[in-house]
């Protein structure tokens, strides 16, 4: 691969992103954004509430998974992808006038936004173009970002987590901390 990302490195990524979930799932630091819902499963209730894929991670068994593509030599497996899995997210987005209208209190605010494309082989560090692009719209630029800084990007494919930190320059520790 063009940037020279192993499998190892994408399942231990991965690994690292499921133990983040179970210890933020665990601790309960993100159950505040978490709405219960309620099922029907046979004839009881259930309550969802957590999340529950990452509280089913066995790190042994991800290792040992098959590339999902290229059989042969590929590095993608369903342990370093994304799950199958059903979630939702809102974020409500207002004007300083309705701010005002409505009493209410702001808990962000939008410096800057980017999208960016490339041909869909390149899918996977498409981020590393949006992210320069967000951040310039807000006047900084990657230099200007310090120990309180974070980034989250969607991680389908945990090389696609991977190659931007890479590209951009951005630890780890730093880097989808949920």
Known sequence: N???????????????SFQRAQNASKSG??????????????????????????????ANKLRKLRPAFDRKSGSVTAGNASQLSDG??????????????????????????????????????????????ALSQAGLSMKDLNDRDYFEINEAFSVVAVANAKLLGIPIERLNIY
């Open 2 to 16: 063009k940037y020279n990302i192993s499998r190892s490195e994408q399942d231990d990524f991965a690994i690292l």
């Open 29 to 58: 630091v993100l159950s505040s954004e978490i709405t219960p819902v309620i099922i029907k499963k046979g004839k009881k209730e259930v309550v969802i509430d957590k999340d529950e894929g990452c509280l089913k991670f066995d």
């Open 88 to 133: 939702a997210a809102c974020i409500i987005v207002v004007s300083e006038a309705m701010l005002r209208k409505y009493n209410l209190s702001p808990l962000v605010k939008i410096m800057g936004y980017a999208d960016a494309a490339q041909k869909p082989v390149e899918f996977t560090t498409t981020p590393s173009i949006a992210i320069p692009k």
